[in-house]
């Protein structure tokens, strides 16, 4: 199964314990590990009342469990479930929206200006294009194509 094949059915998975648990699966980040060395599987969730240690500890085990009986991550490797933290990462521009006005820092696959890295408050989301305002009032748009990373920042 290819990594991106992969991540897709851990996300599957994944999303419906976290719906059995009340949660809500905000990304996975999925590193195959090279040459059949430990691969790394972090799981963030989150929640309207916020996600204690005991709920990251009983999604762990519980989704540990079935992954192992649908054995679709190849050698051996490691879980990790948190909360997305203070600096967020995203991973889809609809999770932006409910952070309009707050700073963001976002790093591009492709360097624009002569830089790849920009930092400032979201502005808006519209559909998969986001609008982010520096302190000095400068205005950027990015295609949500172009972004390798965007976090809040704290």
Request: hydrophobic share 30%; glycine share 14%.
């Given at each position: 199964m290819m990594n991106q094949e992969?991540?897709?059915k851990i996300s599957e998975l994944a999303r419906t314990n976290c719906r059995i648990m009340g949660l809500e699966l905000w990304g996975v980040e999925y590193f195959h590990?090279?040459?059949?060395k430990k691969s790394i599987v972090r799981i963030y969730i989150d929640s309207d009342q916020g996600v204690t240690i005991d709920q990251c500890a009983e999604l762990s085990r519980n989704l540990s469990i079935v992954l192992d009986v649908e054995d679709i991550i190849p050698g051996t490797y490691?879980?990790?479930?948190s909360s997305p933290g203070?600096?967020?990462?995203?991973f889809s521009p609809?999770?932006?929206?409910?952070?309009?006005?707050?700073r963001v820092r976002i790093s591009l696959?492709?360097?624009?200006?002569?830089?790849k890295n920009f930092s400032g408050a979201i502005h808006g989301v519209d559909g998969e294009?986001?609008?982010v305002r520096s302190d000095s009032d400068e205005e950027w748009s990015f295609d949500?194509?172009?972004?390798?990373?965007?976090?809040?920042a704290g």
């Open positions: 992969t991540k897709a590990g090279p040459g059949g490691t879980l990790e479930v203070l600096n967020r990462k995203f609809s999770q932006l929206k409910g952070f309009t006005g707050q696959k492709e360097a624009r200006y002569g830089r294009n986001i609008i949500w194509d172009e972004i390798d990373k965007a976090n809040l």
